[in-house]
């Protein structure tokens, strides 16, 4: 039976928990090896147990799968690949009977090149309404040979890709931020615009209760599209005053779209993802009138160390001070390493992933499990070149392994693969040996496992007032510790230290609610947390 709520009447976006499902790595239900919506359909009881309140999916539109269905060919539909509209429908249907809220990604920042609006453009001229969707634009130099600037992919190599055009010489070349099969729209052109707003209104009409918004800060690009000085082969990162990334143009797209998800009821909600610099840049983006919130990745990129977890804490809650918004805590995500390994890996990684998950599920705000974090999944990292399928391992030749370490199929029960991902052996990127120990279904009868302490952590969280939502306040602590209460009654101390450290006086000798190792009371030991009443 689910844990009773105290916290009914505070906004469900402000404090959820949200579960993370990457569609092609959750459950395999046809038994080819991918994950799809008949898959997620049957564990769904998985979820419910764990306590989460809403599942976000990963893209299941119909797509070449060039970047993992972040290349999308129609928004308005599932690929076969994953099920179909019904299945959709179904899966929306059995979250919601068992309280769970779904929410889906939308990518606006490119279509997939099998999109029809991008096969209407190759086969029409410069300079046609077709073009103007997206960014085509002549080369430079003799004959127009060089792309148009000097702006380089996210995954690797040239920004820009030259047409083959039949209708005018020479050919115009488009503008790609991430793969060349994902050609960038243009923001400014109404289309686009009218586009999107009528694809939000297609899945909020089928009940959803929030998008998660695909590189939130990259839609707008500066229109002189000046050259950014950066060598050929270098990947740029994010910084303010950029001519394609978190530029202020992108906040009006926003306001339209809160707008129209206003009219919803249930309050359905977003969440950005906006790779900025700093937590002043992305609390921008949920001033009152735009996104809901944004994923907080200042807090995923903070070392395992007390002073930089508390700066990123203490930063990204300061800069939301004025505009009232929500904070988010993201340890993992299927972009980035896990963070077991980011840790240290081994024991100790998951001794510290242990800690981590209760210092997230205690700071005020909303939180996302990324699938196989409640398991406590290293990264992968000895796949085998030719199962890798992120594209930033072609397009750097190598020099960059990829994404696909995070994206392995999770295993849920049995002694060998596919561990219960699907019907058979079979599974798209293969699983270690090791990962039967690590199976749902074997640390369900182990009450000492990372899923134990997920579930007892989100189920004390949702029953104590003083968690989700709120205000939080530090405590005089030892070197190396981190300590805070929250009221009525709560307070987390969490041990960076490689050694046993004394927690505040004020705190000792009392009961304890949940610790990520075993703690009785005295010195809290190396690499851990603990929550207190
Ligand atoms: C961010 C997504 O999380 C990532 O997986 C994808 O490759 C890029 N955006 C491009 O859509």
């Not at 055009?165 to 994902?182: C, E, I, M, N, R």
């Not at 082969?233 to 992108?250: F, I, K, L, S």
């Not at 009006?252 to 707008?259: P, T």
Request: proline letters at 8%; one cysteine or more.
């Amino acid at each position: 039976m689910a844990a009773p709520d105290t916290h009914d009447e505070v906004p469900w976006w402000r404090e959820a928990v949200v579960y993370q499902v990457y569609v092609r790595s959750f459950a395999d239900a046809d038994g080819d090896g991918i994950g799809d919506i008949p898959g997620i359909r049957s564990r769904l009881a998985h979820l419910h147990a764990l306590g989460v309140d809403a599942v976000w999916l990963t893209p299941f539109y119909p797509s070449p799968q060039a970047d993992g269905g972040y290349d999308v060919a129609d928004y308005r539909d599932v690929d076969p690949l994953f099920g179909s509209l019904d299945d959709f429908d179904g899966l929306v249907t059995d979250a919601h009977g068992l309280g769970l809220r779904v929410v889906v990604d939308i990518v606006p920042n490119h279509t997939s090149s099998a999109h029809e609006w991008f096969v209407a453009a190759l086969a029409s001229a410069p300079g046609s309404r077709e073009r103007a969707r997206y960014l085509f634009r002549n080369g430079c130099g003799e004959g127009g040979d060089e792309p148009p600037n000097d702006w380089q992919s996210r995954f690797g190599g040239p920004a820009w890709t030259r047409v083959d055009d039949a209708a005018a010489t020479p050919g115009q070349w488009y503008l790609h931020l991430f793969d060349d099969a994902q050609p960038d729209l243009d923001w400014t052109n109404d289309e686009v615009k009218a586009e999107f707003e009528s694809v939000l209104r297609f899945w909020l009409d089928r009940g959803v209760d929030g998008f998660r918004i695909d590189v939130a800060h990259g839609l707008a690009k500066d229109p002189a599209m000046p050259d950014l000085g950066e060598a050929a082969g270098h990947r740029p990162v994010d910084t303010a005053g950029h001519p394609h990334w978190d530029r202020d143009e992108v906040h009006d797209v926003y306001r339209s779209w809160r707008s129209v998800i206003d009219e919803y009821p249930g309050a359905p909600a977003f969440v950005g993802e906006a790779w900025v610099p700093n937590p002043e840049r992305l609390a921008r983006y949920v001033r009152a009138d735009e996104l809901h919130t944004s994923f907080n990745f200042h807090f995923l990129e903070a070392k395992w160390d007390a002073s930089s977890m508390r700066a990123a804490i203490d930063e990204s809650l300061g800069a939301l001070v004025d505009v009232g918004a929500p904070a988010t805590w993201v340890l993992s995500n299927h972009d980035v390493t896990r963070h077991v390994t980011r840790y240290g890996g081994g024991d100790v990684g998951t001794r510290r992933a242990r800690a981590a998950a209760l210092l997230m599920l205690a700071l005020p705000g909303s939180a996302y499990v990324f699938q196989g974090e409640e398991l406590g999944l290293p990264e992968v990292t000895a796949l085998p070149d030719h199962a890798r399928q992120d594209p930033t391992f072609r397009r750097t030749n190598g020099a960059d392994v990829g994404r696909d370490g995070c994206r392995v199929p999770i295993p849920w029960s049995g002694d060998a693969p596919s561990y219960g991902f699907g019907p058979g052996a079979a599974s798209w990127l293969p699983q270690p040996d090791e990962w039967a120990a690590l199976a749902v279904a074997a640390q369900e009868r182990d009450e000492g496992s990372m899923l134990h302490l997920y579930r007892d952590a989100i189920a004390l969280r949702r029953a104590l007032p003083a968690l989700g939502d709120g205000a939080m306040s530090w405590l005089d602590t030892e070197p190396g510790v981190l300590a805070f209460t929250r009221d009525p009654g709560f307070a987390c101390v969490v041990n960076f230290n490689g050694a046993p450290a004394a927690i505040p006086t004020a705190l000792s000798g009392g009961d304890v609610l949940v610790a990520s190792t075993p703690f009785d009371g005295g010195l809290l030991p190396a690499d851990t947390a603990v929550w207190l009443p």
